[in-house]
């Protein structure tokens, strides 16, 4: 849905005030990069059929899809938070991630708001890295702000996909622009030297999970220079998520019907059965060796910039993905959340670090190699095999 200004005004938009914008994370997230999140809009225009957003348990208010609230006090309150005479603990390094859950950061109601973009202005004067994922391409809008935070402290631009089929696209996605033009963005964007990532998630189950799919997919994104590709499959919470999108599929893929109640046997969170996600990896699993392309954020894009602990857990979590992803068997996950436990810096209990939960011959021995080099040759290995 590309509304026009006046358009934008027809919707039903609540100007809410909001209490905090920065999310803080309890750890690192590994997949991000990021330590705090921020939403400035709850409710999304883009009215993906899939989004769970839709699901009660995000209290989303209004009906998904057309409904929008606007933290319209979002600047004031951010600006409040990022003040340093303000905080009681440092702000911690990593990317400040803009975008993700119930509502995209660049839908049509930025349009008129700019939130975003006044946000951006605010962490480009504080130095702040930057994270944003979307689907929308008036991204292009900031690029002023995105390269000056690029030059000071670093900028990635993702976009998330369920595939580059446009037609699948038109179904599932119809507020969003085509698969063609967010490529497009994303070679925008990889022109002014910015790292950007595709996000293929969700892939949508018999529909955009075939070989065939996923191959022209991951071809579309190797042929712009994506630098990573992160994936991940669908949930399909019961109420008005599964709802919504079961009505849409019955219209579409009248056959599909029996293969989702199958392997959508109403799990709490949504998930379909581990056999299916099993076979989706392997399948992306298989198709991505030809392709080379990093599947977790790789370390040039953050090496420099995370504290020595964070740095660690993450490549950990980095490499207990990459495992499990070519399914095998891995101890880091595990060591990776003992270790994100821990205040000291690593490198000052190096000495008892075998005696932290988790934590083996192997795993000290990458640990230390982290902290000597900023990474692991193990880990740089199967990052891009
Ligand atoms: S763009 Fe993201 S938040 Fe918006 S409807 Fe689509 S999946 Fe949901």
């Known amino acids: 849905m590309n509304c026009s200004p006046s358009e934008v005004n027809a919707l039903a938009i609540k100007e809410i005030e909001a209490k905090t914008i920065l999310r803080k994370h309890k750890k690192i997230d590994s997949w991000f990069l990021s330590r705090y999140g921020m939403n400035l809009y709850r409710g999304c225009i883009h009215n993906c059929v899939y989004c769970d957003g839709r699901a009660e348990g995000y209290y989303v208010d209004g009906e998904f899809g057309s409904d929008v609230a606007v933290k319209i006090n979002a600047l004031e309150v951010l600006r409040r938070e990022l003040d340093p005479k303000r905080k009681q603990t440092p702000f911690k390094p990593g990317y400040v991630m803009v975008g993700g859950g119930v509502g995209d950061s660049y839908q049509p ?19 702040l890295p930057v994270h944003i994922l979307t689907k929308s391409t008036l991204v292009k809008r900031d690029v002023d702000i995105l390269e ?3 030059e000071t402290s670093k900028a990635i631009v993702s976009f998330s996909f369920s595939s580059s089929d446009e037609k699948i696209n038109r179904i599932f996605e119809p507020g969003v622009p085509s ?6 963005t ?12 595709m996000f293929l998630l969700p892939v949508i189950p018999f529909i955009t999970d075939t070989n065939a799919v996923m191959d022209k997919t991951l071809q579309d994104a190797q042929d712009i220079g994506v630098d990573f590709i992160i994936f991940g499959g669908m949930t399909l919470k019961e109420g008005k998520q599964k709802e919504y999108f079961l009505n849409i599929l019955k219209r579409h893929y009248p056959k599909l019907m029996s293969e989702y109640q199958m392997i959508y046997r109403g799990s709490k969170w949504g998930e379909a059965i581990h056999e299916y996600y099993d076979q989706l990896h392997l399948t992306f699993h298989s198709l991505m060796k030809q392709y080379k392309i990093p599947t977790r ?17 993450v490549i950990l979590e980095h490499l207990d993905y990459l495992l499990k992803l070519e399914g095998k068997k891995s101890p880091f996950g595990y060591a990776a959340y003992s270790l ?20 083996g011959k192997t795993t000290e021995k ?20």
Do not use: W
């Not at 109601?109 to 130095?127: D, G, I, Q």
């Not at 698969?179 to 497009?184: A, E, G, S, V």
């Not at 990458?366 to 095999?385: K, P, Q, V």
């Open 148 to 150: 000056k935070i690029n």
């Open 186 to 197: 994303i070679s925008f964007f990889k022109d002014k030297g910015i790292a950007c990532g």
């Open 340 to 359: 994100s436990q821990i205040q000291e810096p690593l490198s000052t209990i190096l000495h008892k670090v075998d005696t932290i939960k988790g934590v």
């Open 366 to 385: 990458i640990i230390r190699e982290i902290l000597a080099t900023g990474s692991s040759t193990f880990y740089e290995h199967l990052l891009i095999r």
């Open 179 to 184: 698969p063609r033009k967010r490529l497009d």
């Open 109 to 127: 109601v930025e349009e008129k708001y700019e939130l975003t973009r006044k946000t951006l202005s605010l962490l480009s004067e504080k130095k």
């Open 297 to 313: 954020i790789p370390p040039e894009l953050f090496k420099e910039m995370l504290s020595e602990n964070d740095l660690v857990v």
